[in-house]
C-alpha cells in the first residue's frame, strides 16, 4: 500500500520533493481516474484558517460569468512568500471531478515556460518544471448557456507542504450572468489597510515587431498610441473585460487619441488620484539602445490603490493591451514593490474588423470588451487553429520608487524584505549613502549609448526600499558612467554629439491646422559628465486638408474594381474605400465608401436575369433616432435590359437622440428691494427648451446678490406711523418728486418646482412732473424646492 500511494503521488503532481504533503484514503481497486485522485489528494492536504500568503483571482473580479467570455486568471503569491508548483482546475458546483462532465470552461496556456496542461488528466493547469514563482497567469473561457455556478480551484506546493483551501483566496465561485439589457454590474469594493503613500514608476517594453509576429505584419505605420491609465478607487475603473468601452476607450482603441479618455477620467476627480500618461511610439518597437521604452510615474494611497491602463496597437480595428484595476496593495497592509506582467491584446467591441488594416466596420450593436482568441477567425493574424498560446505584444513593469507618509505594514519591509535583501546587496565602497537609506542592488550597467568609439553614457539603477530617517535625505538611486564600444579608449576627450533626427510624427490634426515633431537622442555626452544642451525634441505647426471642416472626414483612395458579378451580359462590379479619419465634431462621414457600376460582358443571348441574394441590411445612417438603412443585390448575369430592383431602403428607429436644457441669456439685475440699508437684488432667465431622456437638466434659473443703497436715516418713526393703513402705499416718495402708484400684487410663480420668479410693479402716476421719474420692478424666487 505504501509503495502504490508514493508511485502514485511521483504521477500526481511529478514533483518528487512532496512525498509527505499527502495521505490518500482509496484502496489500490478504485479506478475513478487520475482528476478524481488529484482532488481528493489536494482536499486532504495540510489547511491553514485565514492563510492568506497565495491567491486566485480572475482579472476584473467579476461576481459572475459571461457564458463563452474569456477571463484572465491569475495565481500570486505577496512577498514574500513563493510557490514551487500548483494545480488549477475549474469544477462545476457539486462535482467532485471523476468524470469529464465535471469540468466547466477551458484553460488557454499564456506562458509556455510557466505553465502545461497536466499530462494524465487534461482540464488542468499545471507547472512545468518546479521552481520559485510569485506569479502565474492563464486564460479561462466560461462554458455555455445554462451550466450553472462554477468553482475555480488552486492547491500551492511550496517547501514540502501543500496548501488548497474549499473556501479561502485559493477558490473563487462565479454563477452564470443573467443577462438584463442595460443593466451594469459593478466589482466589488476591493478593501486596502495599507498607510501613508507610494509612489510607482510604470516602463512599458513593446515587442510587436514583424520578427516575433510575421503574420500580416504592417510594415508602414506601425505603432503603440499614447498609453493612457489612472490610480482609482474600486468604484471606478476606466475600463474592464466584460463591460462596455466608454466613448474614450473607444477614440483609443479605434484612432489612437487619448484626449477623451484623459477627459473623462479627469471628470472623475474625487475617485482618481493620478492621470497616467506616455507617448507615442513610432515605429512600434526599436532597440532599447536606440530608443528608451515609455515611462510614467504615478501615486496611490489606501482609498485609490488600483491602477489601470491601456494604449492601441496601430494600425488595427480596435485592438489594445493594458492592465485592469491591478491592485498595488498587499493583504499586509503594504505597498507592492515590484510587479510583471506579460501583456496580450483584447478587442473593444466596437469594429468588427478582423485583420490589422481591415475598413472601418462599426460593431452595431457595440459589444463586450473581451481577450482576443486564437480561434477568433482565420483571417486573424493572431489565428491558429490548433489553438496554442496567445502571444504576448508587450511586457509592463511596475516598480515602486519612493513611499511617504507613516507606513502600517503588519509585515514590515524592515524585517523580512528589506533584511533579507542586504545581505544579498554588493555594498560598494565609494556609495556615500546615509545609512537610514536602505536600496536594492544596483542593476546591471545598461548598454552603452554609443555603438562606435564616439564616447557615450551607461546607467545602472537601484531602488530605495525604506527610508528610515524621513529628515535625512537618500540620495543616488541612478548611476551613469561614461563609455564606449568594446576595443576603444576612453582616453580622448570628446563632445557632446547628436544623433540625426528621426522623421517628423504624424500631424496631430486630421484636418486644419495642427502640430507634429520629431526626436533625436544622444550620442556622446561631454566628457565632464554635464549634460548636454542641445534640444532633443522640435515641433512646428503643420496642415492637411486646408479646406476641411470638423465635418469632413479622410478616406483613402478607391480601391481596384471586384470582377464584375455576370460572366455574360450585364453585370455589376463594387470597388471600396476606407474612412482614415472620422468627423472631429463626431457626426456621420458622408463620403461614399462604397462605389457600385455596371460591367457588360460578352452577350448572353435570351438569358434570364440571375440575382444574388439580397445582403445584410447595412447601418443606420444616424445614431439616434430615425434614418435610413439600405441592402443590395447583385446582377449576376443577364440582359442589359434587366429591371430587377438592385437596391432597397428602409427607415431604421434607434433610441430617441438626447437633448439637453435650453436656457435663455440672464435678465438685468432688478433694482435693490430695499430703499436704504441692506437688501437684495435678482436677476432669472427662462428655460427656453425642457431636457429629454438622456439629455443634461437645466440649471438654476434665479441667481441672487446683496446691495446696500444707503444708511437708514433715523427719526422716521413718525412717518411711518402716518402710513397707518397705506403700508406699502408710502412708497410713492421713495424717489424724491416723482408721485408714484402702489405695488401691484405679486404675479404667479413662473415655475412650479425647480426655482421660479414672481414680479410686482410700481408704476408713476400720470401726472407726475419730474421728467426722470421711472416705473419699478421687483423680483423674487418661488418655488425652489426640487421637482
Wanted: proline share 7%.
Amino acid at each position: 500500500m505504501e509503495i502504490y500511494v508514493y508511485a502514485l503521488l511521483l504521477q500526481c503532481f511529478v514533483c518528487s520533493f512532496v512525498p509527505t504533503a499527502i495521505a490518500f484514503s482509496e484502496e489500490p481497486s478504485r479506478s475513478d481516474g487520475f482528476c478524481g485522485r488529484i482532488l481528493r489528494a489536494q482536499t486532504q492536504g495540510t489547511r491553514r484558517d485565514g492563510y492568506h500568503e497565495f491567491r486566485l483571482r480572475v482579472e476584473g473580479d467579476p461576481e459572475s460569468y459571461q457564458p463563452g467570455s474569456s477571463y484572465r486568471v491569475v495565481l500570486l503569491a505577496s512577498s514574500p512568500a513563493y510557490f514551487r508548483g500548483f494545480t488549477l482546475i475549474a469544477l462545476k458546483e457539486g462535482r467532485e471531478g471523476t468524470a469529464a462532465g465535471h469540468y466547466a470552461g477551458q484553460f488557454q496556456i499564456i506562458e509556455e515556460e510557466d505553465t502545461q496542461f497536466m499530462t494524465n488528466c487534461p482540464p488542468a493547469v499545471t507547472e512545468t518544471t518546479p521552481r520559485r514563482r510569485t506569479r502565474i497567469q492563464v486564460l479561462w473561457t466560461a462554458p455555455p448557456a445554462g451550466s450553472g455556478c462554477v468553482i475555480l480551484k488552486a492547491s500551492i506546493v511550496q517547501k514540502r507542504v501543500i496548501y488548497f483551501q474549499d473556501e479561502g483566496s485559493l477558490t473563487v465561485q462565479l454563477c452564470e450572468k443573467e443577462h438584463v439589457p442595460g443593466e451594469a454590474t459593478l466589482p466589488p469594493a476591493l478593501e486596502c489597510c495599507a498607510c501613508g503613500t507610494a509612489k510607482y514608476r510604470l516602463t512599458f517594453f513593446g515587442n510587436w515587431s514583424e520578427k516575433i509576429h510575421p503574420k500580416d505584419f504592417p510594415r508602414r505605420a506601425n505603432h503603440w498610441s499614447a498609453l493612457i491609465g489612472a490610480s482609482h478607487t474600486a468604484g471606478y475603473t476606466p475600463w474592464e473585460y466584460g463591460g462596455y468601452a466608454s466613448e474614450g476607450v473607444r477614440q483609443v482603441a479605434e484612432l489612437g487619441s487619448p484626449i477623451k479618455m484623459e477627459e473623462e477620467i479627469r471628470q472623475k476627480a474625487d475617485e482618481v488620484l493620478t492621470v497616467i500618461k506616455t507617448k507615442a511610439q513610432w515605429p512600434a518597437w526599436q532597440p532599447l539602445n536606440l530608443r528608451a521604452p515609455p515611462s510614467a510615474e504615478f501615486s496611490v494611497d489606501r482609498v485609490r490603490h488600483l491602477m489601470s491602463f491601456l494604449t492601441m496597437l496601430g494600425p488595427s480595428p480596435d485592438w489594445n493591451v493594458g492592465l485592469t484595476k491591478e491592485d498595488l496593495c498587499t493583504p499586509e497592509c503594504g505597498w507592492v514593490q515590484r510587479m510583471e506582467a506579460e501583456l496580450l491584446p483584447w478587442d473593444a467591441g466596437t469594429d468588427s474588423g478582423v485583420t490589422y488594416e481591415s475598413p472601418n466596420k462599426p460593431t452595431v450593436p457595440q459589444d463586450r470588451i473581451r481577450p482576443l482568441s486564437r480561434l477568433d477567425h482565420p483571417q486573424s493574424p493572431f489565428y491558429d487553429p490548433l489553438g496554442g498560446a496567445m502571444p504576448s505584444l508587450a511586457r509592463v513593469v511596475v516598480e515602486r520608487i519612493a513611499r511617504k507618509g507613516e507606513q502600517c505594514n503588519t509585515v514590515p519591509d524592515l524585517v523580512d524584505d528589506i533584511v533579507a535583501d542586504i545581505g544579498q546587496q554588493e555594498q560598494e565602497k565609494e556609495d556615500d549613502a546615509p545609512e537610514t537609506c536602505i536600496y536594492s542592488a544596483w542593476s546591471p550597467w545598461s548598454a552603452c549609448s554609443s555603438a562606435t568609439c564616439d564616447k557615450g553614457r551607461r546607467m545602472r539603477q537601484r531602488m530605495l526600499k525604506a527610508q528610515l530617517d524621513p529628515t535625512v535625505a537618500c540620495p543616488r538611486t541612478q548611476d551613469f558612467q561614461p563609455c564606449m564600444a568594446p576595443g576603444c579608449s576612453l582616453e580622448e576627450p570628446s563632445a557632446c554629439m547628436m544623433s540625426e533626427w528621426i522623421g517628423w510624427s504624424a500631424c496631430s490634426a486630421s484636418c486644419g491646422m495642427g502640430m507634429r515633431s520629431r526626436e533625436r537622442y544622444v550620442q556622446q555626452y561631454p566628457e565632464d559628465g554635464a549634460l548636454c544642451q542641445l534640444h532633443t525634441e522640435e515641433t512646428e505647426k503643420c496642415q492637411v486638408n486646408a479646406e476641411c471642416s470638423p465635418s469632413s472626414c479622410i478616406v483613402t483612395e478607391w480601391g481596384e474594381w471586384d470582377p464584375c458579378s455576370a460572366t455574360c451580359g450585364l453585370g455589376m462590379r463594387r470597388r471600396e474605400r476606407m474612412v482614415k479619419m472620422p468627423p472631429l465634431d463626431g457626426s456621420m462621414c458622408k463620403a461614399e465608401v462604397l462605389e457600385v457600376d455596371k460591367c457588360m460582358m460578352p452577350d448572353c443571348g435570351a438569358a434570364p436575369c440571375m440575382l444574388s441574394p439580397w445582403s445584410d441590411w447595412g447601418g443606420c445612417s444616424v445614431s439616434c433616432g430615425v434614418g435610413m438603412r439600405t441592402r443590395q443585390r447583385m446582377l449576376k448575369s443577364g440582359p442589359a435590359s434587366c429591371s430587377e430592383e438592385l437596391e432597397q431602403s428602409d427607415k431604421c428607429m434607434l433610441p430617441e437622440c438626447p437633448v439637453d436644457c435650453m436656457v435663455s441669456e440672464w435678465s438685468e439685475w432688478s433694482e435693490c428691494n430695499k430703499s436704504c440699508g441692506k437688501g437684495h437684488t435678482l436677476r432669472s432667465r427662462m428655460v427656453k427648451l425642457e431636457p429629454g431622456p438622456g439629455g443634461s437638466a437645466c440649471p438654476e434659473t434665479v441667481q441672487r446678490k446683496k446691495c446696500k443703497v444707503r444708511k437708514c436715516g433715523g427719526g422716521g418713526g413718525g412717518k411711518r406711523r402716518r402710513r397707518g393703513k397705506q403700508g406699502r402705499d408710502a412708497a410713492v416718495e421713495e424717489q424724491p418728486g416723482c408721485r408714484m402708484q402702489p405695488w401691484t400684487g405679486w404675479t404667479g410663480c413662473t415655475k412650479s418646482c425647480g426655482g421660479g420668479i414672481q414680479e410686482r410693479f410700481m408704476l408713476v402716476k400720470k401726472k407726475a412732473k419730474v421728467a426722470s421719474c421711472k416705473d419699478r420692478k421687483e423680483i423674487r424666487g418661488c418655488n425652489v424646492e426640487p421637482c
